[in-house]
């Protein structure tokens, strides 16, 4: 059985604290690879202005280094909003039995029961969430916190014992860095070098993202 993570985001765009996650998460879960997923259309935010094939081709720049990683763009050739519920539908016939795990920042996590259909989401794969700044208590929905109590796990390792249902709380280096932090610094001609790989910065100046929209 294989441990496969799944990293969703809009990824506008990537930078080191989604490459962080992925890779922290890798080790302490031992994730033969790690699939990053952007989102076409995500349903919780607005448009993205910078369209979906320019933050998957950043994506693909920032993780070609990284032997564990690898761009995902089925959200990408499918209609309508991407839900994640239909991705891990898919990724689940792909992988009838492997372990599928979905990584989200904490921040995610606290209006994880808006998703939707977030009830089934358990049923396709496990959900390891890490900590995302600023950390503080968890502020949970009651609803939340009952599927907390139902279903998290403190050992690791119950993740390869079974292909979906627990969920891990992880915490990893906190890296308080936003792709809307990133789009603000282009957007007032400030250089967002340190956030995100060179290669992020060197294609977000060559097709001028950021600087009209953000
Ligand atoms: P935006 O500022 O546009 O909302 P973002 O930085 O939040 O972008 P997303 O693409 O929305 O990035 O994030 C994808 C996933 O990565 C989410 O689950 C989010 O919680 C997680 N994540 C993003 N940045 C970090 C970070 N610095 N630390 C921990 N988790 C993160
Ligand atoms: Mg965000």
Same mark, same amino acid.
């Given at each position: 059985m294989q441990r496969i993570g799944i990293l969703g985001g809009t990824?506008? &765009?990537?930078h080191y604290g989604h490459l962080r996650i992925a890779q922290e998460t890798a080790e302490a879960f031992a994730l033969s690879q790690v699939k990053f997923l952007p989102a =076409? /259309? &995500? &349903?919780?935010? +607005?448009? &993205? /202005?910078?369209t979906a094939k320019q933050r998957a081709e950043m994506v693909q720049l920032a993780i070609t280094t990284n032997p564990l990683f690898s761009l995902d763009t089925r959200e990408l050739e499918r209609n309508g909003p991407s839900y994640t519920i239909d991705t891990l539908e898919s990724l689940r016939a792909e992988h009838p039995r492997d372990a599928l795990c979905l990584i989200i920042g904490t921040d995610a996590f606290t209006h994880f029961d808006q998703w939707y259909r977030w009830q089934h989401i358990l049923d396709y794969c496990h959900l390891i969430v890490v900590s995302r700044p600023p950390v503080a208590d968890l502020d949970l929905s009651e609803t939340l916190r009952k599927l907390l109590q139902m279903h998290q796990t403190?050992? =690791? +390792?119950q993740l390869s014992q079974h292909t979906h249902g627990l969920i891990a709380m992880h915490a990893v280096t906190a890296l308080d860095i936003s792709s809307s932090q990133i789009r603000s610094l282009v957007h007032a001609h400030q250089n967002p070098a340190y956030l995100c790989p060179d290669v992020v910065i060197s294609y977000i100046q060559a097709h001028q993202l950021y600087t009209d929209n953000l």
């Amino acid at each position: 059985m294989q441990r496969i993570g799944i990293l969703g985001g809009t990824f506008n &765009p990537i930078h080191y604290g989604h490459l962080r996650i992925a890779q922290e998460t890798a080790e302490a879960f031992a994730l033969s690879q790690v699939k990053f997923l952007p989102a =076409a /259309k &995500p &349903p919780l935010k +607005t448009e &993205p /202005k910078v369209t979906a094939k320019q933050r998957a081709e950043m994506v693909q720049l920032a993780i070609t280094t990284n032997p564990l990683f690898s761009l995902d763009t089925r959200e990408l050739e499918r209609n309508g909003p991407s839900y994640t519920i239909d991705t891990l539908e898919s990724l689940r016939a792909e992988h009838p039995r492997d372990a599928l795990c979905l990584i989200i920042g904490t921040d995610a996590f606290t209006h994880f029961d808006q998703w939707y259909r977030w009830q089934h989401i358990l049923d396709y794969c496990h959900l390891i969430v890490v900590s995302r700044p600023p950390v503080a208590d968890l502020d949970l929905s009651e609803t939340l916190r009952k599927l907390l109590q139902m279903h998290q796990t403190h050992d =690791a +390792t119950q993740l390869s014992q079974h292909t979906h249902g627990l969920i891990a709380m992880h915490a990893v280096t906190a890296l308080d860095i936003s792709s809307s932090q990133i789009r603000s610094l282009v957007h007032a001609h400030q250089n967002p070098a340190y956030l995100c790989p060179d290669v992020v910065i060197s294609y977000i100046q060559a097709h001028q993202l950021y600087t009209d929209n953000l």
